[in-house]
């Protein structure tokens, strides 16, 4: 008989009732109290339910001392019961672990076939949609979904094309109003108050037409309403997501989010919130009526609404996803700015794809000149803005900024061009009469967005942080 665990004669043997082997006594019983399983089929055991096995044996003296040979012999197989039964449990563990390795190996094989099988689904859907053709009215009640745009409604054409007409008349003639900022005045703007931040996240900037009113969105979907003239929050709105554009339209605030949806609100309360974007909504614009909106989308769409019936009057799908949206300061041009480095110039009342412009890269921010003369446009991580002029569809001037821009905003007379980054602010001047851009005003005031306060004697930056930042001018 020979022990399972060192593999010699046991000098004190006995056979576990679970797997029938036979140990020697000492061996098995460290190995219970350690583990408390027979080391052969690993079922439980006690060392009560030990057999001890009956035989003969000669009982060898006690050495006296370790001097002797046999009392030497007899520590050096103690010493060897133990590092048999140690290689006897590091063999178990072994196993135990590389079974264990095995299967984690297989539940990661597993994992990776199911994340590649779901992106393959997750880009084929979308390279479906940008195909689809169908309108975005939700079809109810069992009626079949609409194919195509039916066109605006004719209440809505006509104010689109009575307001077009009275614009388009003086709008170029039209002479500078009495007290509006000047270049002198403006290379002495400066930091004048920064507000505590009005949400979480500096993510988008609206001044009313007023320019008293500000709405300061963030990304943890609050929209604080700050007085400028006050100096002070007055209201705060909050959104189903992270805020990425804002308006106003009148005494409206109209608020998009990165959820899809597009929430209309009036003196603190929702009055319309819209889903008509598979996706994010990624900006807004105010036409010159005052009353349509519209939004760009991810899924490739630009939507307008109307904010008299508080209802969609339209959807148009593109073949790429549009970041940025401006309507002509006449009305009859909507522009749109794609991720595929596009400007998508629209007719309004059609929708028919009326001009296209090549960017450098991805569109960030685009804004038309009051004049309806020129569009100002940049890329997205671009410090170069891009001047096109719509008569010639043609890029006529390039102005190298030296700074990341992330927002513009053209004031009323066409002669000052605002814009914002992480470095600071600038305002670009075009001079009619010698036809020359020059540069009246730098400041290093960070920005994620900007805009002219009242009659461009101020300006009003939001920095990441949320807080907003009034720029106006110093006696010098």
């Not at 002797?68 to 520590?75: A, D, G, K, R, T």
């Not at 507000?195 to 709405?215: R, T």
């Not at 994010?280 to 991810?298: Q, R, Y």
């Not at 109307?306 to 148009?316: C, E, F, M, R």
């Amino acid at each position: 008989m020979l022990c399972a665990i060192s593999g010699e004669a046991p000098q004190v043997p006995v056979v576990s009732p679970k797997s029938g082997s036979v140990f020697e006594r000492r061996l098995i019983e460290a190995y219970i109290a350690e583990n408390g399983k027979d080391p052969v089929n690993g079922e439980e055991l006690s060392v009560d339910e030990l057999i001890e096995v009956k035989s003969q044996r000669v009982v060898r003296p006690r050495p006296p001392t370790l001097t002797s040979i046999p009392s030497l012999l007899s520590v050096f197989q103690e010493e060897w019961d133990a590092l048999a039964l140690e290689t006897y449990t590091l063999r178990q563990t072994l196993a135990q672990t590389r079974q264990e390795l095995s299967a984690a190996l297989y539940q990661h094989d597993a994992a990776v076939r199911v994340i590649a099988r779901l992106t393959k689904e997750r880009d084929e859907a979308r390279d479906a949609l940008s195909k689809v053709t169908v309108s975005a009215g939700r079809a109810g009640g069992g009626e079949a979904m609409q194919v195509d745009s039916t066109g605006l409604p004719d209440a809505v054409l006509a104010r689109i094309e009575s307001t077009q007409a009275s614009l388009s008349k003086t709008r170029r003639k039209r002479p500078i109003p009495e007290g509006w900022a000047t270049n002198d005045a403006l290379s002495t703007y400066k930091p004048t108050e920064t507000s505590e931040p009005l949400c979480q996240g500096g993510k988008a900037l609206a001044v009313n037409a007023a320019g008293d009113m500000a709405l300061v969105g963030g990304a943890d979907g609050t929209v604080g309403v700050y007085s400028l003239s006050e100096k002070r929050v007055v209201g705060s709105l909050q959104t189903s997501g992270p805020v990425t554009s804002a308006v106003w339209a009148g005494d409206k605030a109209v608020i998009a989010s990165s959820t899809g949806a597009v929430q209309v609100f009036e003196n603190g309360k929702e009055l319309a919130n819209f889903a008509s974007h598979a996706g994010s909504a990624t900006a807004l614009a105010l036409h010159a009526t005052g009353d349509i909106i519209g939004s760009v989308g991810v899924d490739k769409s630009y939507v307008l609404y109307d904010l008299t019936t508080n209802s969609v009057i339209t959807q148009i799908f593109t073949d790429a996803s549009l970041h940025t949206i401006a309507f002509h300061p006449d009305g009859h041009l909507i522009a749109a700015g794609g991720a595929d480095g596009q400007i998508k110039i629209f007719d309004v009342k059609s929708g028919a794809a009326a001009a296209n412009y090549a960017m450098s890269g991805p569109v960030k921010c685009l804004y038309f000149s009051e004049n309806g003369t020129f569009l100002a446009a940049v890329s997205d991580n671009s410090t170069v803005l891009s001047i096109w002029d719509l008569r010639s569809s043609k890029e006529i001037k390039v102005l190298e900024t030296g700074s990341q821009i992330d927002s513009i905003c053209w004031d009323y007379t066409g002669q000052f061009l605002l814009t914002g980054g992480p470095s600071g602010v600038t305002v670009q001047q075009y001079s009619k009469a010698s036809k020359e851009w020059s540069e009246p005003l730098r400041s290093a005031v960070p920005a994620v967005a900007v805009a002219w306060g009242s009659a461009a004697q101020s300006i009003v930056a939001v920095n990441s942080s949320g807080g907003v930042t009034v720029l106006t001018a110093q006696e010098s």
